[in-house]
T-cell receptor, first 113, second 114 residues
Framework: SQQGEEDPQALSIQEGENATMNCSYKTSINNLQWYRQNSGRGLVHLILIRSNEREKHSGRLRVTLDTSKKSSSLLITASRAADTASYFC?????????????FGTGTRLTIIP | DTGVSQNPRHKITKRGQNVTFRCDPISEHNRLYWYRQTLGQGPEFLTYFQNEAQLEKSRLLSDRFSAERPKGSFSTLEIQRTEQGDSAMYLCALRSGASGNTIYFGEGSWLTVV
């Protein structure tokens, strides 16, 4: 079963608007990573946030992590047409040395020019 | 550039045939992973290697699947007697980053079994 669940499953917004995607997970984690995937392509790593961190920024991306709620959010500001893709969260843990990432089903983001 | 090269990028095969995918890390990485992704789903873990040792295998990896990593560099994933349910993208990944926690994926190999 999937550890993470992204919400919403699909999101369409106008170019220039902000996009927010959420991820919930079930067990405790060591790290949570967000990935982008364009149709038919591999996954591009966006950002990693550790379980002891609450917020991270990278360019137009802002990720928050709330371990008490077992949830994370990805905010993309000033969206562009090139941001159209599927976005996945992935967790590892709960034990140190747990090597596999567990993914959610993703959010399909469409940016309308 | 993710540092991971996968070949072939696309493969169409008839049911019952064997297929092999290859993953080439551009530089040395001691941990290498295989994932499978079907349409509309997130990737699912298949197996991972630390150097040449295969340390964990998912229940998804039936006895028709075999993965190897001779010499701890490139890796191959072979599927014998393919079935239509094997149609998916097979992704190779490496653990890297300053803290060693980031997982980087290749472009994947698409398999279509007809």
């Amino acid at each position: 079963s999937q550890q993470g669940e992204e919400d919403p499953q699909a999101l369409s917004i106008q170019e220039g608007e902000n996009a927010t995607m959420n991820c919930s997970y079930k067990t405790s984690i060591n790290n949570l990573q967000w990935y982008r995937q364009n149709s038919g392509r591999g996954l591009v790593h966006l950002i990693l946030i550790r379980s002891n961190e609450r917020e991270k920024h990278s360019g137009r991306l802002r990720v928050t992590l709330d371990t008490s709620k077992k949830s994370s959010s990805l905010l993309i500001t000033a969206s562009r047409a090139a941001d159209t893709a599927s976005y996945f969260c992935a967790t590892d843990g709960p034990n140190f040395g747990n090597e596999k990432l567990t993914f959610g089903t993703g959010t399909r983001l469409t940016i309308i020019p | 550039d993710t540092g991971v090269s996968q070949n072939p990028r696309h493969k169409i095969t008839k049911r019952g045939q064997n297929v092999t995918f290859r993953c080439d890390p551009i530089s040395e990485h001691n941990r290498l992973y295989w994932y499978r992704q079907t349409l509309g789903q997130g990737p699912e873990f298949l197996t991972y290697f630390q150097n040449e040792a295969q340390l964990e295998k998912s229940r998804l990896l039936s006895d028709r699947f075999s993965a190897e990593r001779p010499k701890g560099s490139f890796s191959t994933l072979e599927i014998q007697r393919t079935e239509q349910g094997d149609s998916a993208m097979y992704l190779c990944a490496l653990r890297s980053g300053a803290s060693g926690n980031t997982i980087y994926f290749g472009e994947g190999s698409w398999l279509t079994v007809v």
